[in-house]
């Protein structure tokens, strides 16, 4: 199911990103979905009843669940100048 926070984040970045382009601000919007963390083992344990979070790597799009280090990688790229689409 999809999340309501996440689409109410989208919504206002869209609004952002509209009204700010002219002044050159790039908006962007970071909503990952489970992580390897704590509070993202104790959600999978919760809804699973898995005491490993790894047991759902095979459903995740690069066969893995992502690690917080994988989310910050994605937020570097997108304020950093590597990003064409500024």
């Known amino acids: 199911p999809y999340n309501m926070g996440k689409a ?9 990103a509209k009204e700010e382009m002219k002044h050159g601000v790039r908006v962007n919007i970071v ?3 489970l992580t390897v963390s704590d509070m993202g083992e104790r959600l999978a344990r919760a809804v699973t009843g ?9 459903k995740f799009p690069f ?23 500024c």
């Open 31 to 33: 909503a990952p979905a």
């Open 8 to 16: 109410a984040g989208e919504a206002l970045a869209l609004t952002l």
């Open 50 to 58: 898995e005491a490993d979070i790894h047991h759902l790597d095979a």
């Open 63 to 85: 066969g893995r669940v992502p690690l917080p280090s994988d989310v910050a990688a994605a937020v570097v790229w997108l304020v950093s100048d590597a990003n064409p689409y």
